[in-house]
């Protein structure tokens, strides 16, 4: 299995990176969208990462284009986008498949890593009135839906799409590797 650490990746502006950059740092990872219900979520996600950066934590977007069309933008369209509407300063990358046989090896090791999120059950009730029902278990849901990673680049928590930034089960999971120092 490869460390997440080794996973190569682009930042929204096309240079090259990967979560090693933020070694040591406690990770939110999120799969986002620009035209989803959830897509406000950018605020509370952008006021998460103002509030416990200094501590260490850092947000992490990957917009995806894999639920209903909801990411078409290019990476400036994304950008822009989330600069303009939401004041986004956490780090953005380029787009990237989260689900089906393109899926990025990152979210590959993620959704091994971490099969089952919490609080997954009424959205997936949700999303079956709409006709979707993902066949794998383990397969990311939606977007939005947050993977948090601790200082040593394990996958400790997954959390469902409507998980809003400031849910207790979310905010004490952060704390709680926050508080184990670097």
Not at 31 to 51: I, R
Not at 53 to 64: D, I, N, S
Not at 123 to 131: C, I, N, S, T, V
Request: aromatic fraction near 10%.
């Amino acid at each position: 299995m490869t460390a997440l650490y080794d996973i190569p990746l682009n930042k929204i502006d096309g240079t090259p990176g990967s979560l090693a950059d933020y070694r040591g740092k406690v990770l939110l990872v999120v799969n986002v969208a620009s035209k989803c219900g959830l897509t406000p979520q950018y605020e509370g996600l952008e006021a998460l990462y103002q509030a416990k950066r200094k501590q260490g934590l850092e947000v992490l977007g990957f917009p995806a284009n894999n639920f209903k069309g909801q990411e078409p933008g290019t990476e400036e369209e994304i950008r822009d986008f989330c600069s303009t509407t939401y004041d986004v300063h956490f780090p953005l990358f380029s787009k990237i498949s989260v689900l089906g046989d393109d899926q990025h090896p990152l979210y590959t090791q993620l959704t091994a890593q971490q099969p089952q999120a919490i609080g997954d059950g009424p959205f997936r009730e949700r999303l079956k009135g709409f006709g979707v029902n993902p066949e794998n278990p383990a397969d990311v849901l939606w977007n939005f839906e947050k993977f948090l990673i601790n200082r040593n680049g394990e996958v400790v928590a997954r959390f469902a799409p409507d998980t809003a930034a400031d849910d207790p089960r979310l905010v004490t999971a952060i704390e709680q590797e926050l508080a184990k120092g670097a």
